[in-house]
Structures are given as structure tokens and as C-alpha cells.
T-cell receptor, first 112, second 113 residues
Framework: NAGVTQTPKFQVLKTGQSMTLQCAQD?????MSWYRQDPGMGLRLIHY???????DQGEVPNGYNVSRSTTEDFPLRLLSAAPSQTSVYFC???????????FGNGTRLTVT | AQSVTQPDIHITVSEGASLELRCNYS??????LFWYVQSPGQGLQLLLK??????LVQGIKGFEAEFKRSQSSFNLRKPSVHWSDAAEYFC???????????FGTGTQLKVEL
């Protein structure tokens, strides 16, 4: 059981570079979401999706784009990285709106 | 807007001692409540959840939590802590509408042998 798979595990970017964080789940979950985790701030929702072709903004969406072309994949794009985006990013999936989240192991991103 | 407060940033307990981690939420109706645990370098794992019914819920690894509506609390407890319980614990509340799960800022648990 792979569950939720995130790649890469670690990434270093220079300011202004772009990149895509990958997230895939094999549980056929409709709901997927991206969180960032910063010390003392818990997890904050960036974007989420309630099904293929449907995405919406969370609490901290600025600087990030998402798309959901398939049920399995939910990539997160940083268009022009900034040092404020240095964080640990978690992708999660869930069967329904109030179902428990299944998390990936995270991507640690550093922007210099 | 809903919010979740975990007032203790760090807690240290001795192995074998009892544990209680506090969680308070702000929401007008009865929310769905969760506790997650995060081991170093890992994602979060669900410990337990409360949706309705019995206000004392049992979870994995010997944890339990009690929902107290009058206090807007959902404290996590364990009668006897093991060294492997050292981790960060997050309380979360879901209040409906899309995928809006709000997390507390976490409590870091250290277990002394």
C-alpha cells in the first residue's frame, strides 16, 4: 500500500525559480489537499481539491498553483519561489469532506 | 472563523506517567474533531476522531480523548506513556464547507526514561 506519495523529499531553490511538487495517491480518494508546516504555526491549508477538475484556495494560496487532471495526482506549482516559501509541504488525501486525512511524508523546501 | 488552540507548546513526562494534552476549539456548533501525531521526518497519522455520540473516544496506541462541549475542549490522554510516544501532536477541527480542516499549532511531547 503506497498511500500518498510525495516527491521530491528535499529541494533547494534559488529565489525566482519555479518547480512542481508532486503528489500521488492510490486510494481512489476524491479529496486532496496541500498544507505547509512552519514552526509554531501548525499546518496551514494552501489549496485543495474535491475531485478531478475542481480546485479551490485554502488559507495561504498566494504564490502557489494547483490543478487536478486525474483523481490520483495533485501537483503543487511554485511559479517564482520566494524565501517565505521555505517550509515543509504535506500533501493529503481523504475519502470525503469529514473523513480523516492520509498524509504523505512531506517535501522539505528551502528557498535561498 | 473556527480556531484551534493547543496551549502547551512543549510537554515533558516520564515514561510510565500519565499524559494529557489540551485542545480547545472555537466554533458555534459541534465540530468534527481529530488528533494527529507526527513523528520526526514523517507525515501526520490519525490517532482518533470524534464525530458524534459517546464523548469519550478511543484511538490507536492506547490514546483516548474526551469531548466536552461545555468547555469547548477535546483533550488527549494516555494512562501510561511509552518512550516511543515522543512526537508532535496536533489537534484539528473540521467545521464543514469544502475541505476546511483547521489545525492547532501542535504540542511537542518529550518522554524521559
Amino acid at each position: 500500500n503506497a498511500g500518498v506519495t510525495q516527491t521530491p523529499k528535499f529541494q533547494v531553490l534559488k529565489t525566482g525559480q519555479s518547480m512542481t511538487l508532486q503528489c500521488a495517491q492510490d486510494m481512489n480518494h476524491e479529496y486532496m489537499s496541500w498544507y505547509r508546516q512552519d514552526p509554531g504555526m501548525g499546518l496551514r491549508l494552501i489549496h485543495y481539491s474535491v475531485g478531478a477538475g475542481i480546485t479551490d484556495q485554502g488559507e495561504v494560496p498566494n504564490g502557489y498553483n494547483v490543478s487536478r487532471s486525474t483523481t490520483e495526482d495533485f501537483p503543487l506549482r511554485l511559479l517564482s519561489a520566494a524565501p517565505s516559501q521555505t517550509s515543509v509541504y504535506f500533501c493529503a488525501s481523504q475519502r470525503g469532506a469529514n473523513s480523516p486525512l492520509h498524509f504523505g511524508n512531506g517535501t522539505r523546501l528551502t528557498v535561498t | 472563523a473556527q480556531s484551534v488552540t493547543q496551549p502547551d507548546i512543549h510537554i515533558t513526562v516520564s515514561e510510565g506517567a500519565s499524559l494529557e494534552l489540551r485542545c480547545n476549539y472555537s466554533y458555534g456548533a459541534t465540530p468534527y474533531l481529530f488528533w494527529y501525531v507526527q513523528s520526526p521526518g514523517q507525515g501526520l497519522q490519525l490517532l482518533l476522531k470524534y464525530f458524534s455520540g459517546d464523548t469519550l473516544v478511543q484511538g490507536i496506541k492506547g490514546f483516548e480523548a474526551e469531548f466536552k462541549r461545555s468547555q469547548s475542549s477535546f483533550n488527549l490522554r494516555k494512562p501510561s506513556v511509552h518512550w516511543s510516544d515522543a512526537a508532535e501532536y496536533f489537534c484539528a477541527v473540521f467545521t464543514g464547507g469544502g475541505n476546511k480542516l483547521t489545525f492547532g499549532t501542535g504540542t511537542q511531547l518529550k518522554v524521559e526514561l
